[in-house]
């Protein structure tokens, strides 16, 4: 089945859910009920599916569907849980302290999800159209590596050109870009000026150099390039992992704070009769 | 110019088999023997004398009673003739249990995966030792590395379990898997103390293309033994009665292109200029010359390709079972167009062929042909002169192919020998986020180590990754000397741990390098150290398939994203599907 085609089925069937929770709701204002009770169960419901997911994922020798499945269950069941989050508070914003840190978390939740989606959509093409696909752990190595190249080939232009022109443009400029991953947000919104910017100024540098100077100039920009793709990978592979680290524990909180709530909601509604 | 280094440019025999060479008077007995003694030895050339030809590529080898000499199912690409003694062929199965194999016949049951979540290992490759020692039934294991020899320790009541045939001096056995590079079909053992000359693929080859009594001899066994049985697996064949079948059989002749050992030279050709990849492949059927049989694969992979300005457009690929020229034969029978190849076929590693005559076919196959196994009829000649008239620049830069795949896919998957694969790790980079929970699940399902590497060659975003592709033709099974490694009932290649010497035999054959040789620990953490060498044993491990996992494949269903697939390259549906997703 292709992607479209998945998309639309999941996307109807997502509908007709919405469409059902709505009619539920609405019957229970016909019946002058609070539909806040019944939305409330089914952010419940729904955030309980949510995170077992990541049980899911703990037990990968047993037969429960593939996690792809899963997956796919997550993102329209996040979609839903938005559309029903806005059911159950509407429009506007919560008064008490507790209601708007619920609040709070829960938005961002399904926020990050909606950030994460788009991150897991998008990066994987980028990166892979973007240079060599690198494995996220080996970059470091790989970093280290040119830069002991770089200052190895800038050492040596001392000797061989018998001028300092390359070793200084390395002292000044290029040390800390080998040093470290640079220019990230730039990475992030796939500006290559910075690595333009570094390409011209060794480019400029050649009406200084001999022959061999030149040549090694041209060495230099090679590494330059490749650290510069070692950068781009780092900023999207980082972001594919790291929006995990909000969304993740956020999905704790939220669960914690809304045990508290449910547990409120019942002992108010309690008092109150 | 640069000096060089000077050396004898290597030959033939610089590598004898078993790495030395006959002695004379094994020579001599061994040209003593019927099958030998009857060949015509002036048909030889000077420079590839029968005589060398034995010393070189022939070995003799003793066996005591109970030495397994072949195990069924085992990869081989020698033959055997007896020379002294007696060896017994068991005509119904031996079983994994039987070979000492240790593996899981079935898959675990729900509590024994479930187990998986507390009791792997905290340490990498550690292993519970004592098992090496139970378990192994009555076979029993002698001497190290590629010299160790499996043998039954009680061989009586091992053959009265079983119905053997026995073999004599002078007879012949291992052909089928030398001929055909089929796995054995029995497990073979001595019964006495004997004496067999085993002779690799190169000295049958050279002898048959020789000597047509030698080949007669050799092909009739085959003949007799399998061909019918292989014809009949082709579905193409399958609604043929048994007599049909072992007339067009009699008259099939069976041929061997390329190199039976690729696997030796696969790294050399992946380094070549892609256009002069296919210049080395040999030419099966070329594109434009007559076609005088349909052509069967028995076993190996087939490049099928169009002439395109000076090179060659892959069009698509065959492997075992399918056939070559089928459509030009229907063509012929029911348009009366000429018999001439469209494409050309050419050899990926060693192709083994049977070339079946044009006539049996028209006679005994296409007329009652099921309809969804006729193939789409080739255009006819005129229409394609036609056709390609107006827009001959248009034909020039076609990059469809018959698999429904990109051109430039197939083509790498061709170069890269990936078709060899059963089940094939494609990795999607366009949807992969490198989230590593298909290693994550690999390590949960193999006591916390990861079978594969989730790295390797990327084109136009797909990657054929580090992972055991359970090849069709699958190398790494030649010469394991206890046949640890082995294809489990279900169809994947594992590797019994308990049998395993840790020779690195197969991680060295294997051309993909997907299988790793790792120091074993015991259940305390520390390695387990050999205790005459004092060195850590090591053992192979590769890739199972998660063969005795409910469910199937961890890695595949552990990936969120639908980046990963295992897949048969045969299946190319499956695979264009999965390719044409987006």
Not at chain 2, 45 to 64: H, K, M, T
Not at chain 2, 76 to 98: H, I, P, Q, W
Not at chain 2, 180 to 186: D, E, G, K, L, N
Request: glycine share 8%; aromatic share 8%.
């Amino acid at each position: 089945m292709t992607f479209a085609r998945r998309r639309l089925r999941n996307g109807a069937i997502a509908l007709l859910v919405l469409a059902a929770a709505g009619a539920a709701v609405w019957a229970q204002y016909l019946a002058l009920r609070d539909p806040a009770i019944l939305t409330g169960w089914m952010l419940v419901a729904a955030f309980a599916v949510l995170a077992s997911y990541n049980v899911r994922k703990k037990f990968p020798f047993l037969p429960l569907l593939s996690s792809a499945a899963w997956m796919q269950t997550h993102i329209y069941l996040g979609l839903l849980a938005a559309a029903v989050f806005l059911m159950h508070v509407g429009v506007e914003l919560p008064n008490g302290v507790f209601e708007s840190v619920l609040w709070v978390l829960t938005a961002a939740l399904l926020l990050t999800g909606f950030v994460g989606l788009a991150i897991t959509r998008l990066a994987p093409p980028a990166l892979t159209h973007h240079g060599e696909r690198l494995l996220f752990e080996r970059i470091p190595v790989l970093r280290a590596q040119l830069a002991e190249e770089v200052h190895d080939l800038a050492l040596r232009s001392v000797e061989t050109e018998a001028s300092t022109t390359l070793a200084d443009y390395y002292h000044t400029r290029l040390h800390s870009f080998f040093a470290r991953p640079r220019n990230l947000l730039a990475h992030l919104v796939a500006s290559e000026r910075p690595r333009s910017k570094l390409c011209r100024e060794l480019r400029t540098l050649d009406r200084y150099l001999s022959e061999q100077g030149r040549e090694t100039r041209e060495a230099i920009e090679d590494r330059v390039l490749a650290k510069d793709n070692l950068d781009f990978q780092v900023t999207w592979q980082g972001l594919l992992k790291g929006w995990l680290f909000l969304h993740i524990p956020l999905t704790y909180a939220t669960a914690l704070v809304a045990i508290v709530h449910i547990g409120l909601v019942y002992a108010f509604q309690a008092a109150l009769q | 110019m640069a000096s060089g280094t000077a050396i004898a440019r290597p030959r033939r025999w610089d590598e004898p088999f078993g790495g030395a060479t006959m002695a004379e008077t094994d020579v001599e007995r061994v040209l003593g023997q019927p099958v030998f003694a009857a060949i015509d030895q002036e048909r030889f050339p000077a420079s590839q004398p029968l005589p060398e030809i034995l010393r070189n590529d022939g070995r003799v080898v003793r066996f005591d009673p109970g030495d397994v000499i072949v195990r069924e199912g085992d990869y081989g690409n020698s033959v055997f003739v007896v020379l002294s003694g007696s060896v017994s062929a068991v005509l119904d199965s031996t079983t994994d249990a039987e070979l000492g194999r240790r593996t899981h016949a079935g898959r675990r049951s729900m509590w024994q995966a479930l187990k998986q979540l507390w009791a792997n290992n905290r340490e990498p490759e550690a292993r519970d030792i004592q098992r090496y020692f139970h378990g192994r039934g009555d076979m029993g294991v002698r001497g190290t590395n590629s010299h160790a020899q499996s043998y039954i320790a009680e061989l009586s009541g091992f053959l009265a379990r079983h119905t053997t045939a026995s073999l004599g001096p002078g007879e012949t056995f291992g052909e089928i898997a030398a001929l055909a590079r089929q796995p054995r079909t029995a497990t073979v053992v001595a019964t006495e103390a004997t004496e067999v000359v085993e002779l690799r693929w190169q000295g049958l080859r050279d002898i048959r293309k020789r000597d047509r009594g030698f080949r007669d001899h050799v092909d009739g066994l085959y003949r007799e033994r399998r061909l019918a049985q292989q014809l009949e697996e082709s579905p193409l064949f399958a609604h043929l009665s048994p007599e049909t079948l072992a007339e067009i059989a009699h008259q099939t002749s069976f041929e061997t292109h390329g190199s039976v050992e690729w696997f030796r030279d696969y790294k050399q050709v992946k380094a070549r200029d892609p256009s002069a990849v296919v210049e080395h492949e040999p030419v099966i059927a070329e594109e434009g010359s007559y076609l005088d049989g349909l052509m069967l694969i028995v076993s190996g992979f087939c490049r099928v390709s169009e002439r395109l300005g000076h090179g060659h457009r892959t069009v698509s690929y065959v492997s075992r079972n399918n056939v070559f020229g089928l459509a030009e034969i229907c063509a012929h029978h029911w348009h009366g167009e000429p018999l001439t190849v469209r494409r050309s076929l050419r050899g990926v590693g060693s192709v083994d062929v049977l070339r079946i005559p044009t006539g049996l076919v028209e006679r005994h196959v296409l007329p009652n042909l099921p309809a969804d196994q006729l193939p789409p009829l080739p255009a006819r000649a005129e229409e394609t002169q036609e056709a390609s008239e107006p827009d001959t620049e248009a034909q020039a830069v076609r990059t469809d192919t018959d698999l429904g795949l990109p051109q430039d896919l197939v083509d790498f998957f061709v170069d890269q020998r990936t078709i060899n694969g059963t089940a094939t790790m494609l990795i999607d980079t366009n949807r992969c986020t490198g989230c590593d929970d298909c290693i994550r699940a690999c390590a949960s399902t193999h006591d916390n180590n990861p079978r594969f590497k989730r790295h390797g060659p990327i084109h136009d975003g797909i990657q054929v990754t580090n992972a055991c592709m359970h090849c069709a033709d699958p190398v790494c099974m030649i010469g394991c000397p206890t046949g640890a490694i082995h294809r489990h009932a279900s169809g994947p290649v594992v590797i019994d741990d308990a049998t395993c010497i840790g020779c690195g035999t197969c991680a060295e054959s294997c051309p993909y390098d997907n299988i790793s040789m790792v120091e074993i620990r015991g259940q305390d953490g520390g390695f387990v150290i050999d205790q005459e060498a004092n060195e850590p044993i090591q053992k192979a491990t590769k890739c199972d398939l998660c063969y005795d996992q409910l469910g199937g494949p961890a890695c595949q269903r552990a990936c969120p994203h639908d980046a990963l697939i295992r897949v048969d390259m045969r299946d190319t549906e499956t695979l264009a599907d999965w390719i044409s997703r987006t």
